[in-house]
């Protein structure tokens, strides 16, 4: 049904704007969409939502269970905007999750995103050896907690800039007003940092030891309480 009602719902899109819209949801539009004729309708709005949902979320998390049923071959190139958003989002909120270990306060329930969290994640780790052009670091951290995470998190869309295929120099980067992120840089960039955080662990270092060890109290806390 899901596949059914999303090719009727982007041929009535492409119908009604001309064109192939962008799926792909920044703060600048594609010069290939029509977005007059996608926002001076109702029903071309809704339609356009739920293909930015079933291309965004539904059909790169279907993709990962199929592959693991054995269904699907990841063998198959998968459009960059089928996977940019759900990608970025994951990546930035597993800095979230390792910022409570580095500061020492892990997950509370029903308490809101912790930026202090964040922000110390990627200035200590995940921006330390990261290559920008034309952004500090502080402000990036920053863009990246409320124009990236949260915007994505919250609305599925990039509030402060877009996401681009590989780049082979840097993370991040200006173009005009804008941000540009690479993905692929991201993940390296996460990868590396995290590792760089778990090895510090290992080391002797009172503090980065304590406020592990505060953080992981409050998860053994939760996980005793659903016991």
């Not at 594609?30 to 949902?53: E, L, M, P």
């Not at 699907?72 to 970025?88: Q, R």
Request: aromatic fraction near 14%.
């Amino acid at each position: 049904m899901d596949d059914v009602m999303y090719k009727q719902y982007y041929k009535d899109i492409c119908d009604k704007t001309g064109g192939e819209p962008s799926i792909y949801w920044d703060a600048i539009f594609s010069d290939n969409d029509n977005w007059q004729a996608i926002t001076g309708d109702y029903d071309t709005k809704v339609k356009w939502i739920y293909c930015r949902f079933y291309k965004s979320i539904y059909v790169p998390v279907k993709g990962m269970i199929d592959c693991r049923n054995g269904e699907y071959s990841l063998d198959a190139k998968v459009p960059f905007e089928h996977i940019a958003l759900i990608c970025c989002v994951l990546l930035l909120q597993g800095c979230d999750a390792l910022g409570g270990f580095v500061i020492g306060k892990g997950y509370k329930a029903g308490k809101g995103n912790d930026k202090q969290a964040f922000n110390q994640y990627c200035q200590q780790y995940l921006l330390k050896d990261a290559k920008t052009k034309d952004i500090n670091k502080c402000t990036l951290a920053g863009k990246l907690y409320t124009g990236f995470r949260n915007s994505l998190a919250h609305g599925l869309f990039v509030r402060d800039g877009t996401l681009a295929a590989p780049n082979e120099d840097y993370l991040a980067w200006k173009e005009g007003n804008r941000i540009v992120i690479s993905l692929e840089k991201l993940l390296e960039v996460f990868k590396t940092s995290k590792d760089r955080y778990f090895a510090d662990l290992l080391e002797q270092n009172s503090e980065k030891k304590t406020n592990f060890e505060k953080a992981f109290k409050t998860y053994m806390e939760h996980i005793e309480a659903k016991a």
